[in-house]
Nanobody
Framework: QVQLVESGGGLVQAGGSLRLSCAASGSIFSINVMGWYRQAPGKQRELVAHITEYGGTNYADSVKGRFTISRDNAKNTMYLQMNSLKPEETAVYYC?????????WGQGTQVTVSS
């Protein structure tokens, strides 16, 4: 079992920044991919970015150049630095951990961007 706890969400004005964290605990395997997803009201959950255990990254086109995903394997923690936030990015942001045969999600953290 892996537990994921997100933090860092909140209310920010358009153009502002937030840094999300996702702390993983439990049976952490060295080979894994972690990612951030978001779900706005009435919309499907979508990928924001993901990062491999070696630091390889992938971003949604809509966040490229503004968001940065990173991880600290020693602390089993993943981060998402979000800059130049837009009102349409208001959503619940979820952390995901995937390894062979296992797929875990966090409870989510609310990000609200006011115009």
């Amino acid at each position: 079992q892996v537990q994921l706890v997100e933090s860092g969400g909140g209310l920010v004005q358009a153009g502002g920044s937030l840094r999300l964290s996702c702390a993983a605990s439990g049976s952490i395997f060295s080979i894994n991919v972690m990612g951030w997803y978001r779900q706005a009201p009435g919309k499907q959950r979508e990928l924001v970015a993901h990062i491999t255990e070696y630091g390889g990254t992938n971003y949604a086109d809509s966040v490229k150049g503004r968001f940065t995903i990173s991880r600290d394997n020693a602390k089993n923690t993943m981060y998402l630095q979000m800059n130049s936030l837009k009102p349409e990015e208001t959503a619940v942001y979820y952390c995901r951990y995937v390894t062979t045969g296992y797929d875990y999600w966090g409870q989510g953290t609310q990000v609200t961007v006011s115009s």
